[in-house]
Nanobody, 123 residues
Framework: QIQLVESGGGLVQAGDSLRLSCAAS????????VGWFRQAPGKEREFVAG????????SYSESVKGRFTISRDHAKNMLYLQMNSLKPEDTAVYYC????????????????WGQGTQVTVSS
């Protein structure tokens, strides 16, 4: 059973940066597609960024494209989300997740989820 643990969330001001981290419990993490999702209060969980099984493909939601960068360190079984130029509308609980598909932006394709880390951006 793969376990994912997010960290790095916090309270920041608009325009600041944060880097989220996700630690995986198994090396199988490195051979699967992974992604970041977020859920704001009263809203559905949404795709933020994803990286494919071979790291060749990355994808971002339109709302974060150009500001967020997803990356992975295979040696450390770590996934990262660098978030720059944060906006109040980025406030949400951020989750990392793993899918056994080659790549997906669909929540239903992801089988393993972390517990989430809160990001709050003040204006």
């Amino acid at each position: 059973q793969i376990q994912l643990v997010e960290s790095g969330g916090g309270l920041v001001q608009a325009g600041d940066s944060l880097r989220l981290s996700c630690a995986a419990s198994e090396r199988t993490f490195s051979s699967n597609a992974v992604g970041w999702f977020r859920q704001a209060p009263g809203k559905e969980r949404e795709f933020v960024a994803g990286i494919g099984r071979t790291d060749v493909k990355t994808s971002y939601s339109e709302s974060v494209k150009g500001r967020f960068t997803i990356s992975r360190d295979h040696a450390k079984n770590m996934l990262y989300l660098q978030m720059n130029s944060l906006k109040p509308e980025d406030t949400a609980v951020y989750y990392c997740a793993l899918t056994i598909t080659y790549f997906s932006e669909r929540i239903s394709d992801y089988s393993y989820w972390g517990q989430g880390t809160q990001v709050t951006v003040s204006s």
